[in-house]
């Protein structure tokens, strides 16, 4: 599978920067678009996605990763349904900036180091689990990506990837196609002041891999006991899978 292909990059290192320079551009405003985009269901997502790996969180010495962890919702989310600190690791300092102030202000216990998710410093076999919240998409080598998480999950450790989809109704995708590719990038450049990173998400999702290839890539990947399941309508699919 392929990487997030932004307009003009034509290497993955192109890509890489591209991803991480829009990021940062439109880390002050991230939450506040994200929330109202979604209309607040984001957070629905994450509470979802955190039931669903709760097991796991109540270990009590379970080793915990969030990837890709932008301004840091999902490490706190985490961390409040588990008993350990969380890690979180993401590849653009002003987002890691963001994550931080959150994380002080609610006296949290997690922590954050800035890593490209394709080469993270971690030893093999490190973590019980393994999240990603809307971040898979942007790597610049998909099956990079997945060989890497299998990499630093322990034997029987799980990976949890959330992420935008294509929803399977045809009336519904077409309706979510009109909003995602003609509303969305004019409220999001709005509220960020960067009209292209919210150009860049709908054409992103349309290039994505479906929730069957993932499945297929994760396999590949060394990944057992695969699985899916779409959230409101398909607009996003949770992959569960086992290293």
């Known amino acids: ?7 003009g990059a034509q290497t993955e290192q192109e890509a890489a920067a591209w991803v991480r320079g829009m990021f940062g551009r439109v880390a002050h405003r991230y939450d506040l678009a994200n929330h109202l985009l979604s209309m ?17 969180l109540q270990r ?6 969030d990837i890709c962890c932008g301004t840091g919702d999902l490490v706190l989310a985490l961390e409040r349904a588990g008993r350990q600190p969380v ?11 963001a994550a931080n102030g959150k994380l002080e202000q609610r006296g949290n216990r997690s922590r954050l180091f800035e890593a490209d998710a ?15 919240a809307f971040g898979f998409r942007n790597l610049a080598n998909y099956d990079a990506g997945l060989r890497e998480m299998r990499r630093v999950l322990r034997p029987g450790g799980t990976a949890a990837i959330l992420e935008f989809s294509q929803p399977p109704n045809k009336l519904f995708r077409t309706v979510y196609n009109f909003y995602s590719r003609r509303i969305l990038p004019v409220i999001g450049g709005a509220l960020s002041g960067d009209r292209s990173a919210y150009q860049y998400l709908p054409e992103s999702v349309r290039k994505f891999p479906s929730a069957e290839e993932l499945v297929g890539g994760m396999r590949a990947a060394g990944f057992r006991q695969v699985s899916y399941e779409y959230l409101t309508g398909g607009i996003v699919a949770l992959h569960l899978g086992t290293a």
């Open 87 to 97: 890690f979180g690791s993401d590849f653009c300092h002003p987002m890691l900036v």
């Open 118 to 132: 394709l080469h993270l410093p971690v030893q093999d076999a490190s973590f019980d689990l393994l999240t990603v």
């Open 40 to 56: 607040n269901i984001d957070r629905y997502w994450r509470s979802h996605t955190v039931r669903r790996v709760r097991p796991v």
């Open 60 to 65: 009590p010495s379970a080793r915990v990763l």
């Open 1 to 7: 599978m392929k990487g997030t292909t932004p307009a």
